[in-house]
Structures are given as structure tokens and as C-alpha cells.
T-cell receptor
Framework: EAGVTQFPSHSVIEKGQTVTLRCDPI?????LYWYRRVMGKEIKFLLH????????ESGMPNNRFLAERTGGTYSTLKVQPAELEDSGVYFC????????????FGPGTRLLVL | GQQLNQSPQSMFIQEGEDVSMNCTSS?????WLWYKQDPGEGPVLLIA?????ELTSNGRLTAQFGITRKDSFLNISASIPSDVGIYFC?????????????FGKGTKLSVKP
């Protein structure tokens, strides 16, 4: 069974540009989560999808971040326009059902905004 | 917001030594998890704890869910070079409807052969 995949693995962009990150969860997993780790800090929750619906987006930093999960399969996270403080590693995780179920993480996308 | 205090921040040990790290919080959690992250990879689940007082082992790893639900520790016995990496504790809130995890800042483990 394929794990959670993320694309791209690395992205280097200039401040003001737009970047779109993609996450493909494990097949059949309804729950999809986005997390971010800024260097030296803890991994922080961004948002949670249940199928195509946003269950919790309380961790989204601001309106420059837009997440979608059309059709309840893969998800995208767009940052527009990117700022320097957006640099970090963006992780996606999926789980089959909520509340205590194991979340399986992808390898992450390393974003550097110059 | 909720915070997990994870310590130590880093450890440098000799191969064969035992390792201990812990997490504490002011909040009650109903689940405690321990993850390991290798360079260039995402966190991989090592041990999941669901009941207060629970003590669970996974090979050379042992973790416990504190009685107060506010803390957890992870022990690694007889460390080997492949134990190198960053270890994260994570919790899910007690009674919450959210599925999101709250992470500690990580413990970076270095093992000298």
C-alpha cells in the first residue's frame, strides 16, 4: 500500500510569488491534515479535512493560505503571496477515521521563501 | 493555545547507552503519541498510548502515558546508530472533537558508535 505522498519535495521561491503544495493521502483515508514546522519550532497543525469538507482550519496562519480537497482525494495548499516567514516544512498526514486513529505522515515539502 | 514541553532538546550518547525523554503539558490529553523523524522524511509513529498509566513497548522502545494525563515519557534501551533522528511527542486533547495533534519541539538524538 502506498503511503502519503507530497509534491514537490522542495520549493524555493521569491517573496511575493505563489506556491502550491500537493498531498496525496493513503487511498481510502477520509481524514487529511496539513501541518507545518518552522525551523527550530514545533510541528503545528494547520487544518483538517474530512473527505472534501474542512473540519477544522483553526491553525491556518492567515488568508494568504488556501487549502482545497476537491473530490475528497488529494489536497492542495496554496500560499499567495508568499512571505519570508512562510518558510518551513509542510507535512501532510492522513488517517482512516477521526479521534485517536494513527495519522500517517508524508515526507514533507521543504519551502524556502527568499 | 496548548503547549507540550519536551525535554531534553538534544542528546549525545554512546552506542549501547539507554535514553530517556519526556513531555509535559498543562492540558489533559486523551492520547499520547511518540514519533521519530529521519532526515528528509516525515514523522513515523513509534508508539501510541490511549489510557492513563498505560505502559507500552515496541522492541527497545518503552513509553508511558502519565496518570495525570498531562505527561509521557519515552525510553530507548541499548541505543544503536540507527536510533539517530528527531523524536517528537504529540498529544490529542481530552474530550476534544478535533483530530489534530499537538507536538512537542522534538528531541534530537545523536549516537556515537
Amino acid at each position: 500500500e502506498a503511503g502519503v505522498t507530497q509534491f514537490p519535495s522542495h520549493s524555493v521561491i521569491e517573496k511575493g510569488q505563489t506556491v502550491t503544495l500537493r498531498c496525496d493521502p493513503i487511498s481510502g483515508h477520509d481524514n487529511l491534515y496539513w501541518y507545518r514546522r518552522v525551523m527550530g519550532k514545533e510541528i503545528k497543525f494547520l487544518l483538517h479535512f474530512v473527505k472534501e469538507s474542512k473540519q477544522d482550519e483553526s491553525g491556518m496562519p492567515n488568508n494568504r493560505f488556501l487549502a482545497e480537497r476537491t473530490g475528497g482525494t488529494y489536497s492542495t495548499l496554496k500560499v499567495q503571496p508568499a512571505e519570508l516567514e512562510d518558510s518551513g516544512v509542510y507535512f501532510c498526514a492522513s488517517s482512516p477515521r477521526r479521534g485517536g486513529e494513527t495519522q500517517y505522515f508524508g515526507p514533507g515539502t521543504r519551502l524556502l521563501v527568499l | 493555545g496548548q503547549q507540550l514541553n519536551q525535554s531534553p532538546q538534544s542528546m549525545f550518547i554512546q552506542e549501547g547507552e539507554d535514553v530517556s525523554m519526556n513531555c509535559t503539558s498543562s492540558s489533559i490529553f486523551n492520547t499520547w503519541l511518540w514519533y521519530k523523524q529521519d532526515p528528509g522524511e516525515g514523522p513515523v509513529l513509534l508508539i501510541a498510548l490511549y489510557k492513563a498509566g498505560e505502559l507500552t513497548s515496541n522492541g527497545r522502545l518503552t513509553a508511558q502515558f502519565g496518570i495525570t494525563r498531562k505527561d509521557s515519557f519515552l525510553n530507548i534501551s541499548a541505543s544503536i546508530p540507527s536510533d539517530v533522528g528527531i523524536y517528537f511527542c504529540a498529544g490529542q486533547l481530552y474530550g476534544g472533537s478535533q483530530g489534530n495533534l499537538i507536538f512537542g519541539k522534538g528531541t534530537k538524538l545523536s549516537v556515537k558508535p
